[in-house]
């Protein structure tokens, strides 16, 4: 369902901008599964350098329930907190339109999911 991978395996030079890493989920953020989501992008934010973007790479999943949003609020609080940055990539319709009514949008960065290569469909 989920997989971290860092998208960037060339070592940094002094002065270049952090590693971003990249976290693929597939299938529904719901209650059924949102432990094991929580744990792999806790995973991921915590192994990213610091003032890294964690992206989460949305494209294959079409659902979320409150308890997956919860999750995702959560993990935006902890990399905030560690100096690192989250982003939703590709999210859904259906997940937008849950973060327009709880009044949620705002508090994430969003935009394209990214291509394996590190390139922006």
């Known amino acids: 369902m989920t997989h971290a991978e860092d998208e960037t395996t060339a070592p940094r030079p002094a002065g270049a901008p ?5 976290m693929r989920v597939s299938g529904d ?3 059924h599964h949102v432990e094991e ?3 792999t992008l806790l995973d991921a934010i915590a192994e990213a350098p610091p003032g890294a973007e964690v992206t989460i790479d949305l494209t294959y999943s079409s659902f979320c329930d409150s308890s997956g949003l919860e999750a995702l609020l959560t993990a935006r609080r902890i990399a905030l907190d560690s100096g690192r940055t ?3 990539g590709a999210p859904s319709h259906q997940l937008l339109r ?3 009514i709880t009044n949620t949008a705002g508090l994430f960065a969003m935009g394209a999911a990214p291509q394996r290569d590190g390139s922006v469909d």
Do not use: F, I, K
């Not at 952090?18 to 990249?22: D, K, L, N």
């Open 98 to 100: 849950l973060m327009a």
């Open 18 to 22: 952090p590693q971003a890493a990249v």
């Open 29 to 31: 953020l719901d209650l």
């Open 86 to 88: 989250l982003r939703l």
């Open 37 to 39: 989501v929580r744990s």
